[in-house]
């Protein structure tokens, strides 16, 4: 049994089956499904059809649309096993997006958040497994594919000016393998970040060069001042 139901109102008057939103665990922002129920409705009310399997973006997640029995459409997400399957819930995707917004507007750059896609491209290094510190850095880019994101270590003995040592990835899978990464990913070009770990992550932020205080109270200066 989903923990919690939540069902668009006003697409069945437009001729348009609601939209269901199935969470697994009790959401854990108030009101964070609104956005998605209200994309849903406006959409509809200008006109859109919604169509099972069609695939939807929701910042830099992709979520897939299907047929539910009680004739409305269920909404899916990727899981983030590696394996890629869809399952109706969109617990993950919803929070993944709302932490990527608050990671923004806790540097000022709320403005200039710009979200990825899960099959876009970033170029990682090849000791990322091993790293303790990581090194992330956005470029701008005019390729459909390319995320713009350089993700690296800091070991001084590793040129990453040698693309022996680098390779491309998806950041979907990076996001699998390295969970709190995908946190950072919203940042706009021009934008690195030095992610602190293993365990407690800690991150300090550049934007055009400039090292960027986290506001007082905002998302990044509560993750950084958590203890161990």
């Not at 209200?38 to 299907?66: C, D, H, I, N, R």
């Not at 709302?98 to 806790?106: M, T």
């Not at 030095?194 to 007082?216: H, N, S």
Request: net charge neutral.
């Amino acid at each position: 049994m989903p923990a919690a139901t939540f069902r668009t109102k006003g697409c069945t008057r437009h001729g348009h089956p609601e939209v269901t939103l199935q969470f697994t665990k009790e959401p854990p922002v108030l009101g964070i499904e609104r956005p998605l129920l209200q994309f849903f409705e406006g959409s509809v009310a200008k006109g859109v059809k919604f169509e099972p399997g069609q695939l939807v973006q929701l910042g830099w997640a992709t979520l897939k649309l299907a047929a539910r029995s009680d004739g409305t459409l269920g909404v899916l997400e990727r899981t983030m096993d590696g394996l890629g399957n869809f399952v109706e819930s969109v617990d993950s995707s919803l929070m993944q997006v709302w932490v990527q917004r608050e990671i923004a507007g806790s540097v000022g750059l709320a403005e200039k958040v710009s979200f990825p896609r899960h099959e876009q491209l970033a170029t990682v290094c090849k000791r990322l497994t091993k790293a303790d510190i990581v090194v992330m850095a956005r470029r701008e880019t005019t390729e459909p594919g390319d995320s713009g994101w350089f993700i690296g270590c800091t070991d001084q003995d590793h040129d990453h000016a040698d693309k022996a040592n680098l390779e491309p990835a998806q950041l979907y899978g990076v996001c699998c393998r390295f969970p709190p990464l995908m946190q950072f990913l919203a940042l706009p070009p021009l934008s690195e970040v030095m992610v602190l770990g293993p365990g407690r992550v800690r991150a300090q932020v550049r934007y055009d060069g400039k090292l960027v205080e986290p506001r007082a109270g905002s998302y990044l200066e509560q993750l950084n001042s958590l203890k161990d």
